[in-house]
């Protein structure tokens, strides 16, 4: 938003030098009280008055409109600011319509590759995936990347927000290898701009081991995330927030990796970090008690997981909504814990509510969807509907290929699972090439042949 009218402004203060002696008092007029409704608009904004606000931008547009006319850059940008004030209203159909249009006038007047067109890209791409509507965000922000880059250079600190922006789109699309190289782009601006030890490059650091996380990818993403803690234990202190969520994010790395005693008194630190820190009801509290909780299922303790998952699913519901994806995997736990301690209606019944958010919200074809696919086969496996489970293990299986890729870890785990099933069922030749496949992808991402 600053940075946004800062442009806006030179604009202005630019066609006055080069214009101003052939306006007439009545432009000079339109335009100054423009600026004082801009000033109006965005103290409304500060204020949470946002139907005010609404009204005092709809006017700004229409003065801008008399003065300059509609094929005007600060006409474009009028347009734009008021999109912004419809998305505080959580109006996104009103806003796109505006920012489309604002885009076609940048086009039109500065041409198809001016940095303000990369600008409107990037905030059209950012609504569309504020929309959910990845696929229709992914060629803007490549666009938006692409001018830019011919601006600036490929390794210019100006190009961090639409990487980043671009990686977060390709990961909510669970296409993590296209957002792999984004992310080490993004690190390595950042070690340049910052040098190797800033808070900022110890983020990216983070984020780019919390990306090899979810790429299967456990031996790369384990030495980043110490680096990124001794970068932040170093310059922010030990009891940072910062630290906690590295500390979490490691523990839960080692969860994924089986080595629980190694994940256990990171979960804790983080937890006793974020509880004096941001409060005992905040999110990221919330974060760490279910991954806690999942170490424990995993080891069998589940008298020890559930509280721990019930204490985060009221913090999350409170704090983010009933139909986040975040509560969606507490559900998701939630079932697994029920249906290992036997209480299998229970259960069912808290699986079929993470998968109807997840599908929601995320899509049907979502890696996070596969998951709770395997855990709701798992539970129909030991109800004994054994049709059932088949079903949900290939719908699992083919979202994993199809999003993860044909040798991603978890389709080594899900071709186990179903392998499984087939010798359960009486059925070893089909079982066998599975094993075979699953144990050639694990061989794979061990570094052995």
């Not at 229709?136 to 830019?148: C, Q, T, V």
Request: with cysteine; charged share 25%; glycine share 6%.
């Amino acid at each position: 938003m600053l940075k946004k009218r800062s442009t806006i402004i030179f604009s202005i203060i630019l066609i006055f030098a080069l214009s101003a002696s052939s306006w007439s008092a009545s432009t000079d007029d339109l335009l100054d009280e423009s600026f004082r409704l801009i000033d109006q608009r965005d103290n409304l904004i500060e204020q949470g008055r946002y139907e005010e606000a609404l009204l005092t931008a709809k006017k700004v547009v229409e003065l801008v409109e008399k003065a300059l006319g509609q094929e005007d850059e600060l006409f474009a940008s009028a347009l734009v600011d008021l999109g912004e004030v419809y998305k505080y209203l959580g109006d996104n159909s009103n806003a796109l319509l505006l920012y489309e249009r604002s885009l076609k006038i940048y086009e039109e007047v500065l041409g198809p590759n001016h940095q303000e067109v990369a600008t409107a890209l990037h905030n059209l791409a950012e609504l569309y995936k504020r929309m959910k509507a990845y696929k229709k965000a992914e060629p803007l922000y490549e666009r938006s990347l692409s001018i830019m880059e011919n601006y600036f250079g490929r390794d210019n600190p100006e190009l961090l927000n639409i990487l980043k922006d671009l990686s977060s789109n390709y990961i909510q699309m669970g296409n993590y290898s296209k957002a792999e190289p984004l992310d080490r782009r993004y690190l390595a601006i950042q070690e340049k701009t910052y040098g190797p030890n800033h808070p900022y490059v110890a983020e990216a650091i983070s984020d780019l081991a919390v990306l090899y996380g979810q790429m299967g990818e456990y031996a790369k993403a384990e030495p980043l995330f110490k680096r990124s803690l001794a970068i932040d234990e170093k310059i922010l202190g030990p009891d940072h927030p910062s630290v906690a969520a590295v500390l979490g994010n490691l523990a839960e790395l080692y969860s994924r990796m089986g080595a629980y005693a190694k994940a256990e008194p990171l979960f804790k630190r983080a937890l006793s970090i974020s509880e004096k820190a941001v409060g005992p009801d905040d999110p990221s509290v919330a974060l760490i008690l279910n991954n806690l909780a999942g170490l424990y299922v995993s080891t069998g303790a589940y008298a020890k997981a559930e509280p721990l998952l019930n204490r985060s699913l009221v913090i999350s519901e409170k704090a983010l909504g009933k139909d986040h994806p975040s509560v969606a995997t507490i559900l998701n736990n939630l079932a697994e814990v029920n249906g290992r301690m036997g209480l299998y209606a229970k259960a069912e019944s808290f699986f079929d509510r993470s998968l109807a958010i997840k599908e929601k919200i995320l899509g049907k074809d979502h890696p996070s969807v596969a998951t709770t696919l395997n855990n709701l086969a798992a539970l129909s496996f030991h109800r004994g509907d054994n049709a059932k489970a088949e079903d949900l293990l290939k719908r699992c299986l083919s979202i994993q290929e199809k999003r993860l890729g044909m040798d991603h870890i978890s389709v080594a785990t899900t071709l186990n699972n179903l392998a499984e099933l087939y010798v359960h069922m009486g059925q070893p030749a089909k079982a066998e090439p599975l094993r075979n496949r699953a144990q050639a992808i694990k061989g794979k991402a061990s570094g052995k042949d």
